[in-house]
């Protein structure tokens, strides 16, 4: 885990990396809104579990959370999700009913936390209006991103994510080649699928997402995007499909990638 910082009113991003070898950093965030009923987007990695929850609670305390919001059931969005829930009994998870049953493979979340949600399911929590999106690129099918109508910010999921030498939180830090760069790698090192489909549908999700008109772009694997930023990345997600795919080739050492997470120090 790294400090947590702040990416707008109220807004504090709680950072990690995953080392991949070859290529770089893959930034790692959840988010935590504080303002009305307190709202948390993901929950880390197991690795960090300890760490995260640590820097968490440093921030709010734990009875005040009441929502948290799981964008799918990958590890890395849900590796402190059990031990939030033990210590915050009046957060509810928020999330996809998909995504609910393959938790539900490692722990049971008790029926009444659970509020479910799908592409084009809107909740209002307090003053809060959240709506749900299918992002563009995805690698699990109950994947959903987060519109929040009450201050114009995306939480975008994987997608719209990189891979850099050094992370920075905000894109105006980073080179510009080098982000996009890593945007192209990891947005079809997630959906290789992307080489297959159809533009014109996968255009679909792209515009109905730049529709919104975000002031502000959170991916789980990127920096904060801002203002006149975000338009630059949806025209860049408009041009996956016409990559080629990619996959671990040259570029990355598998084994190595392996030790370094599996090892004490990663």
Do not use: C
């Not at 992370?167 to 760069?181: Q, R, W």
């Amino acid at each position: 885990m790294k400090a947590s910082y702040t990416a707008g009113p109220d807004i504090h991003v709680l950072p990690s990396a995953l080392p991949i070898p070859g290529l770089g950093d893959q930034p790692v965030n959840a988010f935590l809104v504080r303002s009305g009923q307190p709202l948390l987007v993901d929950t880390g990695m197991p690795v960090d579990r300890e760490d995260f929850l640590d820097s968490l609670w440093s921030l709010i305390e734990p009875g005040d959370l009441r929502w948290v919001v799981v964008t799918h059931d990958d590890r890395d969005h849900t590796g402190a999700l059990a031990g939030i829930l033990a210590a915050a009994p009046h957060a509810k998870v928020l999330t996809n009913a998909l995504s609910v049953t393959r938790i539900s493979e490692e722990f049971s979340i008790p029926q009444g936390r659970v509020v479910t949600a799908n592409p084009g399911s809107r909740v209002k929590i307090g003053d809060r209006e959240l709506s749900f999106h299918r992002p563009p690129t995805f690698d699990s099918p109950g994947t959903l991103a987060v519109f929040d109508h009450s201050d114009g910010t995306l939480y975008s999921s994987d997608s719209f994510g990189t891979v850099v030498e050094e992370i920075s939180e905000d894109f105006a830090d980073l080179s510009e080649e080098e982000f996009f760069h890593g945007f192209d790698v990891l947005n079809r090192a997630i959906a290789p699928w992307t080489a297959l489909v159809d533009e014109a549908k996968f255009l679909r999700p792209v515009r109905e997402l730049a529709a919104l008109r975000p002031t502000r772009l959170l991916s789980a694997h990127g920096p904060t995007v801002r203002e006149d930023a975000v338009p630059r990345l949806f025209r860049a997600m408009a041009r996956i499909p016409s990559l080629p795919a990619w996959l671990p080739g040259a570029d990355l050492d598998l084994e190595a990638a392996l030790d370094t997470i599996e090892s004490p120090a990663g």
